[in-house]
């Protein structure tokens, strides 16, 4: 699930060798590696800055390491709040509910008072389609899609749909419908939907 010990391994480091460098135990260490339990969000940004390399690919997430930073800032609650209320979430308490947690977790998380472990990042980002590493503030754009041209984006998707059948197309429409019924209140697509561009 992580590269905890991969990139430890790399390094020729023993588990006490690390501990020592991070300020834990190496049975936190042998925790972290095993997943027997998992790092808080402060002690992954410090994995990720000891062995320079993202977070997402410390985590597994993602499969290439993007350039090591320098410099983390640590903005991983008002990011949150931002994206949140972005999404529609006006209040703390409805997006707990939606995401399954208490709505003083959320508080905690947004205030900086508390941290969620890894798994819940990982969770967290995929929620708001965004990346972890977006959430943590190692990058400004919130999903890898934002360094996509629109055009690009276009094309791609076209492409897409043109390789569907009528019938899926007919799904993928009423999808979408849904969507945007959603977005604007409504409770249902409008019967007939959209045409699909041919």
Known sequence: MNRIRQLREAQGKPQKALAFDLGVSQATIS???SGRKVPSAKSTIRLAQYFEVSVEYLLGVADENDPPLTKVSTVFGSRLKKIRESRG???QQAFADDFGVAQSTVGGWES???EPPFDTLIRLAD???VTVDWLLGLVNEESPLAE???EALDAEIVAHLKALSPED???VDYAVQGI?????GQASPPAGGHKLPS
């Open 169 to 171: 197309l007919k799904t």
């Open 112 to 114: 900086g008072s508390r």
């Open 127 to 129: 929620f708001f389609g």
């Open 148 to 150: 996509i041209s629109e």
């Open 31 to 33: 925790d972290w590696e």
């Open 89 to 91: 979430y006006k209040s």
């Open 180 to 184: 945007l019924a959603a977005r604007e």
